[in-house]
């Protein structure tokens, strides 16, 4: 195949007029197109005047070296994986997130059949759950927004987009794509597959792997690891009726970045642990409506939603930035412990919601934390968010603040265009109240700054939800050149150990734990 790129359109194509589009723009007779692959579609928006549609198309040809003169089209190559020892492997995965799922997926491709053990519901009963605690304040504190099949990235906005660049991201998207995704997110420039659809392509997931031989068990909390001459031999499991113990030679441990008590006692077992860089913020929400109109000005073209990511270093030594960039979407609660505040953003497929949203983030370091622990970062965000819960009115509701009120240090009276989307409700609060000092700073000189980049990012009706502490894990797990912690047998795996940011990196990093254990 050849590919044919920087094709700039105007106007909105299905995709059979597209190909008669580029037959046409690049004089290619229709009839020579043996099969065409849209590789990449993206959105052009950097003059409001000249908003287009860019694609990159590879194209299966009669006769196509008369027609362009062009290097064929390569495909990532995966590489091979050299299966050692299948009878002598008992492999428990801990945590359904992505990287858990990639990884048990990957295992039961390749001849073993892991246990997966989620302290959570399936994801159908998660939705539910999590429902009810956005209708009532009601929390269960195993199962939420961060706990449950399908992990913290199921109620977000299923984004794909990732900075790796690793030949197992074109098998992510496969993969979600065989299980119900949407085609277009193997084209997409920025992929996503929102909270709606990527709960039905888990579910199909985990019936998958179930069908080939694996198992899942839900509602079951890993309270225990036994090691023997420093080398896993077992895992004490905790459900709703009894307490038992399960054999294994491998752990993928793919805990998330809110397995708090997990990591407690990961760390009492002499798992070495290191504290890491992390951020914390608040969401803001605008009028998705002013975000188009900022991004893509009076054009006529039928667009999406718009989109932004924006960032700042400054003077004080901060960085500033947005961070999983909502669009129609809503404030989630996502607390995962009693009495505590946190904060998410969530969209479904069609980001059809009246508000965007995203998180602004302060960069934070261990030399902002007041103990020596691996764990100190831990305690950093907890503080954070049980001040957030006293704030809203301990009753989870979220503390919120006008823009303007924000910069000007003052609470805020009324609500203004922009309604707060937070449920089970919100607080009218003055958020610089339980900030540290160098977040409020910080936080205020890059919306400003923002708002040089975006017009109306600072409109003072602007609203801003308290507090966003989970964007990444605070902890992170060493691991050798076989991905190996300083246990034998235990393979740290995903976000939550300090291996990836987001659905995308996290998959593939689920993938690359299976194969290392299977070349063990």
């Known amino acids: 195949m050849i590919r044919i790129s920087n094709i700039k359109i105007y106007e909105d194509l299905e995709n059979d007029k597209l190909i008669d589009f580029i037959a046409k723009k690049y004089k290619i007779n229709i009839k020579d197109i043996i099969e065409y692959h849209?590789?990449?579609?993206?959105?052009?928006?950097?003059?409001?005047?000249?908003?287009?549609?860019?694609?990159?198309?590879?194209?299966k040809l009669n006769n196509e070296n008369k027609y362009k003169k062009s290097d064929k089209v390569k495909e990532p190559k995966l590489p091979d994986i050299k299966i050692n020892n299948l009878n002598n492997k008992k492999v428990i995965v801990?945590?359904?997130?992505?990287?858990?799922?990639?990884?048990?997926?990957?295992?039961?491709?390749?001849g073993i059949s892991p246990a997966v053990i989620e302290q959570g519901s399936p994801v159908e009963e998660r939705e539910k759950q999590v429902e009810i605690f956005r209708k009532t304040g009601k929390l269960d504190t195993l199962s939420n927004v961060q706990?449950?099949?399908?992990?913290?990235?199921?109620?977000?906005?299923?984004?794909?987009?990732?900075?790796?660049?690793?030949?197992?991201?074109?098998?992510?998207?496969?993969?979600?794509?065989y299980f119900g995704a949407p085609e277009e997110i193997l084209y997409l420039a920025k992929p996503h597959i929102g909270t709606d659809k990527l709960i039905k392509v888990i579910k199909n997931m985990r019936e998958y792997i179930i069908s080939k031989g694996g198992k899942f068990l839900f509602n079951t909390k890993v309270i225990d690891f036994n090691i023997n001459n420093n080398?896993?031999?077992?895992?004490?499991?905790?459900?709703?009726?009894?307490?038992?113990?399960?054999?294994?030679?491998?752990v993928i441990l793919a805990i998330g970045h809110s397995s708090r008590d997990t990591f407690q006692k990961l760390y009492e077992k002499g798992i070495n642990?290191?504290?890491?860089?992390?951020?914390?913020?608040?969401?803001?929400?605008?009028?998705?409506?002013?975000?188009?109109?900022a991004q893509y000005g009076n054009s006529k073209l039928h667009l999406p939603p718009a989109d932004y990511k924006l960032s700042c270093h400054l003077p004080n030594g901060r960085s500033c930035y947005t961070f999983c960039m909502c669009p129609g979407g809503v404030v989630i609660a996502s607390s995962s412990e009693e009495n505590t505040i946190v904060t998410n953003g969530m969209s479904n497929f069609l980001r059809e919601g009246t508000n965007a949203n995203s998180a602004v983030l302060v960069n934070v370091t261990p030399d902002d934390f007041k103990s020596n622990s691996p764990l100190a970062g831990i305690y950093f965000?907890?503080?954070?968010?049980?001040?957030?819960?006293?704030?809203?009115?301990?009753?989870?509701?979220?503390?919120?603040?006008r823009v303007e009120d924000f910069l000007n240090n003052r609470k805020s009276e009324f609500i203004g265009k922009v309604k707060p989307s937070y449920l089970p409700g919100v607080t009218l609060s003055n958020l610089q109240e339980i900030l540290p000092d160098f977040v409020?700073?910080?936080l205020k000189q890059g919306i400003t700054y923002f708002d040089t980049k975006l017009k109306g990012f600072a409109n003072p009706d602007s609203i801003l939800t308290g507090v966003e502490t989970r964007s990444s894990s605070p902890v992170k797990i060493p691991r050798d050149e076989n991905l190996v912690s300083n246990i034998l047998g235990i393979y740290p795996c995903g976000e939550g150990v300090g291996y990836a940011g987001g659905i995308m990196s996290a998959s593939v990093d689920g993938i690359k734990c299976s194969i290392a254990v299977l070349e063990s």
Request: with cysteine.
């Open 231 to 250: 080398k896993i031999s077992s895992v004490v499991c905790k459900d709703k009726n009894s307490t038992y113990e399960i054999k294994c030679s491998h």
């Open 94 to 110: 801990v945590g359904s997130g992505p990287s858990g799922l990639f990884s048990a997926l990957t295992l039961i491709q390749n």
């Open 147 to 177: 706990f449950g099949e399908g992990g913290a990235g199921t109620f977000s906005d299923g984004k794909l987009t990732t900075g790796i660049h690793s030949p197992f991201c074109k098998k992510v998207l496969e993969e979600f794509v």
């Open 440 to 442: 409020t700073d910080t």
């Open 273 to 293: 642990m290191e504290k890491k860089n992390f951020s914390v913020g608040l969401r803001i929400e605008h009028l998705q409506e002013d975000i188009n109109k």
């Open 381 to 401: 965000q907890k503080d954070l968010e049980e001040k957030a819960f006293n704030l809203g009115g301990k009753n989870y509701f979220a503390p919120v603040q």
């Open 38 to 59: 849209i590789v990449k579609k993206s959105i052009d928006a950097r003059k409001k005047d000249n908003v287009h549609y860019n694609y990159s198309v590879d194209l």
